[in-house]
């Protein structure tokens, strides 16, 4: 079967996923609907804003159907008689009635190199953990998450200057490469899945609001890690002053002890240097609650006296 005649349906909800929907559109595939989350409300005023997937499949005249709860609300599927759903952070798990349907089946384009990070924040723990390389894998959807045959993936290099908004970017371009490759074939039966090796399964759950809030005791490194992974949103913080301070960019130093965990030992042209257990990190981007984000020279221009402060 090709790429035209495949009747294929699409789930996904984040900008991540609209880039991949709209290459495919362009690249000549017959998407016959688009399933994604509701709409949310966003900002102050509460304004309802048509989430990415839906702009692009409006844009392209697809329907689009964005059911509450998948779980109870999946018969339409159905109706439409796909032969294919292709799936890229939906957001909502899948019931087994529904992977039921497609006759070629339902697979999923998962931001990490399994068995590695399944669960919901794979790109953010690739961060966490301060890993060199993560990468996406299409494989098979089932029942237990994210555990299903492995079919192709693509890796994706990931650099110091890195952060989540950038690494999402690269993850986008590597899942809408990845579909390009391997959609042709899997249409023709030609790709064989591989089984996970259930030993080398880790774990990458959401991240919590209490999660945002760095935790001094951890390693410079272990920092270092989190304030990526959080940036630019939500961002991770701590207290100064009793206002919350978030800080988006660092630094690793030196493995210098000159002050107590969590102390501001320096603010110069190099940064405002942070002590933690193992060493010096150097914050580089900070916005304290109530104003602008900043980088540190300005922060340090508009905030005298931080050495010596504790950050808590």
Do not use: W
Request: aromatic residues 6%; neutral net charge.
């Amino acid at each position: 079967m090709d790429k035209k005649q495949a009747r294929i349906i699409f789930m996904g909800t984040p900008e991540i996923s609209s880039k991949v929907l709209e290459g495919l559109i362009l690249d000549g595939y017959n998407i016959i609907a688009l399933i994604a989350q509701p709409d949310r409300p966003v900002g102050r005023k509460k304004v309802l804003v048509p989430v990415p997937t839906k702009v692009v499949a409006e844009k392209y005249n697809i329907p689009v159907y964005q059911p509450l709860k998948i779980r109870k609300e999946y018969e339409f599927v159905s109706e439409l008689r796909p032969d294919l759903i292709l799936t890229l952070a939906y957001g909502q798990i899948v019931p087994q009635g529904l992977l039921d349907i497609p006759t070629l089946g339902c697979i999923n384009l998962h931001g990490s190199l399994l068995p590695k990070y399944r669960g919901a924040a794979p790109i953010q723990y690739a961060l966490l953990n301060n890993e060199k390389k993560t990468g996406m894998t299409l494989m098979k959807m089932v029942k237990e998450m994210d555990a299903g045959e492995m079919y192709m993936n693509e890796e994706v290099e990931i650099s110091e200057e890195d952060n989540s908004t950038s690494l999402f970017i690269k993850m986008g371009d590597a899942a809408l490469s990845l579909a390009k490759r391997a959609l042709p074939l899997y249409l023709a039966g030609e790709l064989k899945g591989v089984p996970q090796d259930e030993s080398l399964v880790t774990f990458a759950p959401s991240i919590k609001p209490e999660e945002e809030k760095i935790d001094l005791s951890k390693s410079k490194e272990e920092v270092f890690g989190q304030i990526r992974a959080l940036s630019d949103v939500p961002g991770a913080y701590l207290f100064l002053d009793n206002l919350k301070l978030k800080i988006y960019k660092s630094k690793i130093v030196s493995d210098e002890i000159i002050g107590q965990i969590g102390e501001i030992v320096k603010a110069d042209k190099g940064g405002l240097y942070l002590q933690l257990s193992n060493g010096l990190l150097s914050l580089l981007e900070l916005q304290k609650e109530g104003k602008g984000r900043m980088d540190y020279k300005s922060f340090i221009n508009g905030n005298q006296g931080l050495v010596g402060q504790i950050l808590k």
